[in-house]
């Protein structure tokens, strides 16, 4: 890794740019169907420790698939079938 001078800096001029380290995508190897707010192991991987969803960024899911899920843990929490 080349060494950070003086020159290097972000988009905005301001500061160095910090490399951050990706969270790792899980792979997507289920289907549609099966984004169920019964199924709570599967959601579970989709929701932070604090009990936030995870956004598609860090999930790489596609935009119909983030909805679908989100519904169903929407749907779960209130069935108190999740924290």
């Known amino acids: 890794m080349p060494r950070k001078t003086h020159t290097d800096r972000d988009k905005r001029g301001s500061r160095p740019a910090e490399q951050r ?21 599967l ?24 909805r679908r899920l989100t519904k169903a843990i929407k749907r779960a929490r209130q069935m108190l079938l999740m924290k």
């Open 21 to 41: 380290t990706p969270r790792p995508k899980p792979k997507i190897d289920f289907t549609a169907d099966t984004l169920d707010f019964k199924n709570t192991n």
């Open 43 to 66: 959601l579970r991987q989709y929701v932070t420790d604090q009990g936030r969803i995870l956004p598609r960024k860090y999930t790489g899911m596609p935009a119909h698939y983030q």
